[in-house]
């Protein structure tokens, strides 16, 4: 087989084999059965998405085609690379009302967890990537990420609030253990003693204990821990480079038992398919030494809506038209709403109910209260060698 471009708007194929082979092709794309870079179950083991389908940007499409030569070929299964950029700047201003915070960074593009419903994955279509499978394969690490954040916040210009790290890709997924990007970037923030709120389902958070305590210590650092499903198939299925449920709660008690808050993160929550959990999944957190929680509903913006039905076609054929339904119920008929404060928890009589359940639950199991706002009044720049020292 032979990777070829296909002009997105057109039916016309033209083929450049390396053999030398010219091959003119009539192909209908709207006649696929099948998404346009499908691969095999086989070649994608531990991947969530099921094809590397080009991005919303993209003017060409990349299709695999016979070249006609009858000469077995097999496929290499997919493996992870990784790429480097050199951000000139690092922290991501936003302005979204319905988020607790006005600041982010990033210490990687693309996530190798796989989620296969994450929010995230268009922002690879940005990159000229898929949001399929690339977003899992190709990711791209800012090894400079340390070095970038050290100089935005000795900016003059640079005022102090907490920064969320875990709201677009996870910091911790598994590259971070050889990088060390996220650990570099948390070493920056303790030396100037600046809040940080932490997102992640990752396990290896429990390397940086030593950092985060100190940040406890001092009412810097809030960590937030994601469980989708207490069911390790599920989980395996849906999240599949995740550590298991089981595993992500000893995290949670690690934690807590070094003084670093933490809550859970019920998100996404997945009508007809995770919802019956609520209830479990806040007392087994609890129990872990969890003092917060929150919700949010399954969002499928933009290339993440195809992705995740190919998903279920593929895994619950059976639960595909409720889950769907549901999803329509609470944004207008249609599968997402963009819109500001509808977008994380929907509309209607079901997530009106999905919400009395959580409340009622967190209530019960005293995950109801706030944890303390973040101390920003001890931020400080570090001296760096040669700055001139003050006199008083």
């Known amino acids: 087989m032979r990777g070829n471009e296909t002009d997105a708007g057109c039916a016309n194929v033209v083929c450049h084999d390396a053999r030398l082979v010219n091959v003119l092709i009539l192909f209908h794309l709207r006649a696929m059965t099948r998404t346009d870079r499908y691969v095999a179950p086989d070649l994608r083991h531990g991947r969530g998405a099921q094809s590397r389908d080009c991005g919303r940007f993209e003017r060409f499409r990349r299709i695999d085609e016979s070249d006609g030569w009858d000469i077995p070929e097999e496929a290499p299964a997919l493996r992870t690379q990784v790429s480097e950029e050199r951000p000139r700047s690092l922290i991501n201003y936003v302005s979204s009302p319905d988020l607790s915070f006005d600041r982010t960074i990033n210490p990687y593009r693309g996530c190798e967890h796989g989620c296969i419903y994450c929010f995230a994955r268009p922002s690879h279509a940005w990159l000229g990537l898929s949001p399929g499978l690339d977003f899992e394969t190709k990711l791209i690490a800012r090894p400079d990420a340390a070095e970038v954040l050290d100089r935005e916040l000795r900016a003059r210009r640079y005022r102090v609030a907490p920064i969320a790290i875990g709201t677009n ?3 911790y ?4 253990r050889d990088r060390l990007i996220m650990r570099d970037c948390l070493a920056v923030l303790q030396a100037f003693q600046h809040p940080v ?5 990752g396990t290896l958070i429990e390397r940086d204990i030593d950092i985060l305590s100190g940040l406890a210590a001092q009412n810097l650092v809030r960590v937030g821990i994601t469980i989708t499903t207490l069911d390790a198939g599920l989980n395996r299925r849906m999240e599949p480079r995740v550590p298991s449920p089981k595993r992500r709660l000893a995290t949670i008690r ?3 038992e070094a003084g670093i808050p933490v809550r859970v993160m019920l998100s996404p929550i997945v009508p007809g398919l995770t919802d019956a959990e609520i209830e479990p999944i806040l007392t087994a957190a ?3 030494g969890a003092t917060a929680a929150t919700w949010a509903m399954l969002r499928l913006p933009l290339e993440v809506a195809p992705l995740w039905e190919a998903w279920m076609d593929e895994h619950y054929p059976d639960r595909k038209s409720r889950v769907l339904s549901k999803l329509r119920e609470m944004h207008g008929g249609k599968v997402y709403d963009a819109q500001f404060f509808r977008r994380v928890r929907g509309e209607g009589a079901y997530a009106a109910l999905i919400a009395q359940r959580f409340t009622k639950a967190r209530k019960r199991l005293a995950l109801d209260g706030d944890l303390p706002a973040l101390n920003c ?6 001296a760096r060698a040669g700055d001139q020292l003050s006199l008083f």
């Open 169 to 171: 890709t996870d910091p």
């Open 173 to 176: 997924q598994p590259v971070e």
């Open 197 to 201: 709120l932490i997102a992640t389902k």
């Open 254 to 256: 690690r934690l807590t």
């Open 286 to 288: 609890r129990d872990a």
């Open 377 to 382: 009044t001890a931020f400080q720049p570090p």
